[in-house]
């Protein structure tokens, strides 16, 4: 379904950095900023009783989303927190002896945040996975890094920089046997694959409201029932949420989380999907047919995000291009939150990119309310700012 979502005069594409929230979730979230708000931790009286009503109808749509039950989801203020209180709910939990911890190297930087601080101040010992070129998991070289005393292995289901799709069937199966803990951050994910039985591979998996079309500030982490009583709290309080993450549920962006998840599971979804990656290429086509001279980073379509292109515009700087475009088109240099640092990206240092290659790149992300001429006027838009930078010597 293609719904009218118009920006002033910018095209949109920037999906993976957050995502416009879709009418239909507005439409289901806007009662309960009005007659029907209400706190859902309230018992005594009929407003409580219908916020928790509401409440559950959305934890059940997110956790169908993956293949999880009700009582597995445990709402959060984006994936950022999920993953902090994967990691450090984990390692700190008292009945955790093991003392080891892999992540892979293209993680998001709240994941190798988190790990880097169980390491520093916790004593935890901290290896990256490595990728290969197109930012797959080297599953030999994971393979070779498991042993007893390994906690838990965190790799993200779907990249934010280069779109990368893992093989988590594959890489669940080699934990399996040695009891190690698999989370998977896959606020990514469900505009990127069928996600209907993640939870039957992972044990912890981390979503967010941003990226699918449903609000800022609402995320959700999948815990498997089994491991409740093992997940030490980051936040103290009223006990909600089986005491794993204490606070009142925010009842409109659970709603609307419930409602975007709904709409990224259903029969459209896939549907979608398909009419986004034709987008894309269409989109990566103009720029190949206009001489954009560029290498496309990272994996080849078939694990690839639908709506991500991320190009290195060959002796261009990425920042000077993106200037060039404003304020007519909205991408970015990769992840949301290094964008500003001037540091090169750590995911396609991964992929080995020089610092020259990835200086060079932008990502481009397309989604549910791109149009076709968006993506042809994006890419001339784009050639314009290349031919325009190159006369005035910015490249050589
Ligand atoms: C893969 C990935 N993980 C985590 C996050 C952080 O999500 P949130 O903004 O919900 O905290 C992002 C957002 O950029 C992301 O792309």
Redesign the pocket.
Known sequence: MRLPMRMEKCIYADY??TTPVDPRVLAAMEPHWREAFGNPHSTDHIVGWKAEKATQNATSLVAALIGADTDEIIFT?????A?NLALFGLARHTSNKRRRILVSAIE?K??LAAARALEDREKFTVEHVPVDSEGRIDLCALKEMLDDDMLLVSI?A???EVGVIQDMPAIAALLAPSGILLHT?A??APCAMDLHDLAYHADLI?L????IYGPQGI?ALYVRRDLHDRIEPLIHGGGQQEGIRSGTLPLPLCVGMGAAASLCANEQASIERREIARLRDSFVKHLQKGGAEMILNGPSNEYRHPGNANACFVGHNARDILGVLQPRLAASTG???TSGTPEPSHVLSALGLSNEESEASIRFSFGRFTLEKDVEQAANLVLQALSSLASIGQCP
């Open positions: 993976q950095a203020s984006g994936a950022t927190e993953n998001h709240c994941v993200m779907v990249n934010n951050d606020a990514q981390s967010s409201g941003h990226k995320g992840a949301a939150c």
